[in-house]
């Protein structure tokens, strides 16, 4: 089992910045590759990014392109979303989730991550 604890939601101005933070327990960090999914209310569960278990590919929805971006520290069991230019419309509970690596190339599907979080809110006001 891999547990997930996220921090760092908050409540933050349209245009400003926060970064959540994921830590890992309960198996070899480095074996997993993590991602991020968002859900607003009344919306459906939607992937917000993800990062091979190395570190070495990242991927992203369109929709946070070129202002989220997705780490990981694999000696802290770690991974990071940094969120710049915050929109109202990036207001949402954010999911930490995890698979195995050599699971499949699909990065983008909820159901392909078998570990979540307990989510952690992030209200963007105008």
């Known amino acids: 089992q891999v547990q997930l604890v996220e921090s760092g939601g908050g409540l933050v101005q349209a245009g400003g910045s926060l970064r959540l933070s994921c830590a890992a327990s309960g198996r070899t960090f480095s074996n997993y590759a993590m991602g991020w999914f968002r859900q607003a209310p009344g919306k459906e569960r939607e992937f917000v990014t993800a990062?091979?278990?190395?570190?070495?590919?990242?991927y992203y929805a369109d929709s946070v392109k070129g202002r989220f971006t997705i780490s990981r520290d694999n000696a802290k069991n770690t991974v990071y979303l940094q969120m710049n230019s915050l929109k109202p419309e990036d207001t949402a509970v954010y999911y930490c989730?995890?698979?195995?690596?050599?699971?499949?190339?699909?990065?983008?599907?909820?159901?392909?991550?078998?570990?979540w979080g307990q989510g952690t809110q992030v209200t963007v006001s105008s």
């Open positions: 989730t995890a698979k195995r690596k050599y699971t499949g190339s699909d990065y983008y599907t909820g159901t392909r991550y078998p570990y």
């Open positions: 990062i091979t278990s190395s570190g070495g590919t990242t």
